[in-house]
């Protein structure tokens, strides 16, 4: 009930920020308008779905949200993707399968047997659990940088940020998973927001987007997605 209300108010003081409304940047308008705010049903949606209810009790977003990052990589078509605490699995799932000739190597502290489960069904989705620093690196010496990196269920979102961050360029797009999550958390989104080494940001509640063209000028775009 909590949540809900939350989720009210937060619609309520984003209600400006709707449907692209006052952003004058045609690229910015695209991706909001047909990227975020798409809703054509696509083909993997039905499948996924049916999926949710085995890892309902492990940390992941709404489904929505899913829906969104499926898309976001669709638009984005990245080789590799990093994904730092899997939580659920779900949202590597809608990744995966929005582009099926990318990379995922998706890190967890600990091996699930339910999210191996939801996991193996796709062969291009590493499951890296235990040493995951050193994973990391070898994937580095390998050359296999991402493109996107998504930091979700892990509170080591601080250090993770700090240690991927050489590896980008203006191609690399970082998603913030719930930015809002915690006081603390709050604050350090919007230190990455005004960081300058950063670029374009999104922000739209349950997760935040990081890109680092820096031949754009640096703003900041808030998104009505509740």
């Not at 699930?112 to 796709?122: C, F, H, N, P, W």
């Not at 991927?164 to 989104?189: H, M, R």
């Not at 670029?199 to 900041?220: A, M, N, P, S």
């Amino acid at each position: 009930m909590g949540d809900i209300i939350l989720r009210g108010w937060n619609w309520c003081r984003r209600f400006r920020h709707r449907c692209g409304y006052g952003v004058h940047s045609p690229a910015d308008f695209f991706f909001i308008t047909f990227v975020i705010y798409e809703r054509l049903p696509f083909y993997a949606y039905g499948p996924l779905h049916h999926l949710r209810r085995v890892v309902a009790f492990l940390p992941h977003y709404r489904e929505k949200v899913d829906k969104f990052l499926f898309r976001l990589v669709n638009y984005l078509r990245p080789s590799v993707l990093w994904e730092i605490g899997t939580g659920s699995g779900m949202s590597t799932r809608y990744m995966a399968e929005a582009h099926t000739d990318m990379q995922v190597y998706t890190f967890a502290n600990e091996r699930e047997d339910a999210v191996k489960r939801i996991l193996s069904g796709k062969s291009s989705i590493e499951y890296v659990t235990g040493d995951c620093d050193k994973e990391m690196r070898r994937l580095v010496a390998e050359g296999k940088k991402p493109e996107v990196v998504h930091i979700a269920h892990t509170d080591a979102y601080k250090e993770v940020y700090e240690q991927l961050l050489p590896l980008t360029d203006k191609n690399t797009c970082f998603v913030i998973g719930s930015p809002y999550a915690t006081q603390e958390k709050k604050k350090w989104w919007k230190e990455v927001i005004a960081d300058p080494r950063t670029g374009i940001t999104f922000d739209l509640y349950d997760v935040g987007l990081v890109f680092f063209d820096k031949e754009r000028v640096k703003e900041h775009r808030i998104v009505n997605f509740l």
